[in-house]
């Protein structure tokens, strides 16, 4: 269960089967904390529509402002420090891409990406 309500885990990169979420871990609290609100950004094409609230008659469907997160928010959450020891892979990094490149190109074509690239392993969508 997320902090929003009953399931799906709703981080982009979360999986969208919810077996597993994704812990995100940054060079300052101002990363981390951008990736986690990444999935409360005003949706583009809404905004795009430029729909004013005094056009609005049914207030019945009324929503939070676009691009604003009521302070309760933080109520559950957390943020910690860490340091590694180990190996570990930079998965954008160009050697990575390089090396899985020749091992996911066909499934990448297969979801209709023209290339498996810098690109597609940051793509939102499709997410299979």
């Given at each position: 269960?997320d902090?929003?309500?009953?399931?799906?885990?709703?981080?982009?990169?979360?999986?969208p089967?919810?077996?597993?979420?994704?812990?995100?871990?940054?060079?300052?609290?101002?990363?981390?904390?951008?990736?986690?609100?990444?999935?409360?950004?005003?949706?583009?094409?809404?905004?795009?529509?430029?729909?004013?609230?005094?056009?609005?008659?049914?207030?019945?469907?009324?929503?939070?402002?676009?691009?604003?997160?009521?302070?309760?928010?933080?109520?559950?959450?957390?943020?910690?420090?860490?340091?590694?020891?180990g190996?570990?892979?930079?998965?954008?990094?160009?050697?990575?891409?390089?090396?899985?490149r020749p091992?996911?190109?066909?499934?990448?074509?297969?979801?209709?990406?023209?290339?498996?690239?810098?690109?597609?392993?940051?793509?939102?969508?499709?997410?299979?």
């Open positions: 269960m902090s929003l309500g009953d399931g799906p885990f709703i981080g982009r990169w979360d999986d089967e919810d077996v597993y979420r994704v812990l995100y871990a940054a060079s300052s609290p101002l990363g981390c904390f951008l990736e986690v609100l990444a999935v409360f950004r005003p949706d583009p094409a809404v905004i795009a529509t430029n729909i004013r609230e005094d056009e609005i008659e049914d207030r019945s469907f009324a929503t939070a402002q676009p691009g604003k997160l009521d302070r309760s928010w933080l109520t559950n959450r957390c943020l910690g420090a860490a340091s590694l020891d190996a570990y892979v930079d998965v954008g990094h160009s050697k990575t891409i390089a090396h899985l091992r996911f190109i066909k499934r990448a074509i297969e979801l209709g990406l023209p290339d498996f690239d810098a690109e597609a392993i940051r793509m939102f969508a499709p997410r299979p």
